[in-house]
């Protein structure tokens, strides 16, 4: 490796890695064995303001940045509920999760050119939801000036609706319903893209431990570098595969949803029965 190599590689310039490392000079070939320290905050600092950039690019396409209401739970080493807090999004998940979104998006893009990419689609609410919300809205007296085509409705036009209720008191109760007012994410071989983000096109591919549709599109990538791409017969019946396998993973999504949800109701009620009365 040479110096130029290492300081791409962990997005710094030479300058910085001389910074830290006294015992080299300016030139650009480094001996073997030698041991390099990489300044590990500039690289934070860094990836900081890159998410920050990816980010405010994500608000001008059009993301939807509903309040999330997740709570977590805090065990003793007994199992026992010992407390329930709104869980906080921290910089760093920030961070992760804005770079997570452009490997998603690329993995996709990179996937489309062989026809085998399986997407993560999120469909434009129903006219009729969009409706249900705004008649909601002007019982409660609040009304959006704002216009928008109810019947092919943009992620624009929802992030607008969003902004303006944000100086409502009750805009908590009125972002959750929005929200439900959304259809389901699922998972396709057919894109259509991802309204709640904005997304042309998006997929899973960061959690192959966790999802299977990264596991799916890893294998996939795994079958172009083998150069599976040559037998054209193979790569027909693994789409064909892909095809059917989203429909029974989306199912298995929703059920685990529900699972999910029924744990923390039970979670919440163990620790509710201490504050009876």
């Given at each position: 490796e040479t110096l130029n190599d290492i300081a791409f590689s962990n997005n710094l310039t030479i300058d910085d890695l001389l910074?830290?490392?006294?015992?080299?000079?300016?030139?650009?070939?480094?001996?073997?064995?030698?041991?390099?320290?990489?300044?590990?905050?500039q690289i934070l600092k860094n990836m900081h303001a890159l998410s920050k950039s990816l980010?405010?690019?994500?608000?001008?396409?059009?993301?939807?940045?509903?309040?999330?209401?997740?709570?977590?739970?805090?065990?003793?080493e007994n199992d026992e509920v010992i407390d329930i807090k709104a869980r906080d999004q921290r910089p760093a998940e920030r961070i992760i999760e804005d770079f997570m979104v452009v490997a998603?998006?690329?993995?996709?893009?990179?996937l489309e050119e062989y026809n085998i990419a399986t997407y993560r689609i999120h469909d434009r609410p129903l006219e009729m939801k969009i409706n249900e919300f705004m008649k909601f809205l002007e019982l409660l007296g609040i009304h959006y000036p704002g216009k928008m085509d109810r019947e092919n409705i943009s992620s624009k036009d929802c992030q607008k609706l969003l902004e303006y209720l944000q100086d409502e008191?009750?805009?908590?109760?009125?972002?959750?319903?929005?929200?439900?007012?959304?259809?389901k994410a699922r998972y396709s071989t057919e894109n259509i893209g991802h309204f709640g983000i904005a997304s042309p096109r998006y997929t899973h591919?960061?959690?192959?431990?966790?999802?299977?549709?990264?596991?799916?599109?890893?294998?996939?990538?795994?079958?172009?570098?083998?150069?599976?791409?040559?037998?054209?017969?193979?790569?027909?019946?693994?789409?064909a595969y892909l095809t059917t396998i989203c429909d029974y993973i989306s199912?298995?999504?929703?059920?685990?949803?529900?699972?999910?949800?029924?744990?923390?109701?039970?979670?919440?009620s163990y620790y509710m029965e201490k504050h009876i009365g």
């Open positions: 910074e830290v490392n006294p015992q080299l000079n300016s030139e650009n070939s480094i001996k073997q064995g030698i041991i390099i320290n990489v300044p590990c905050r980010s405010a690019f994500k608000q001008r396409r059009g993301e939807l940045k509903f309040v999330g209401d997740e709570d977590k739970v805090y065990q003793d998603n998006e690329q993995v996709a893009t990179f008191k009750m805009f908590k109760m009125l972002n959750r319903k929005l929200l439900r007012s959304m259809q591919f960061t959690s192959p431990i966790r999802r299977f549709d990264d596991t799916l599109n890893h294998t996939s990538i795994s079958y172009i570098l083998e150069d599976y791409t040559l037998q054209e017969d193979f790569m027909k019946s693994w789409k199912e298995q999504e929703r059920n685990s949803e529900k699972c999910e949800y029924a744990v923390d109701d039970m979670l919440k």
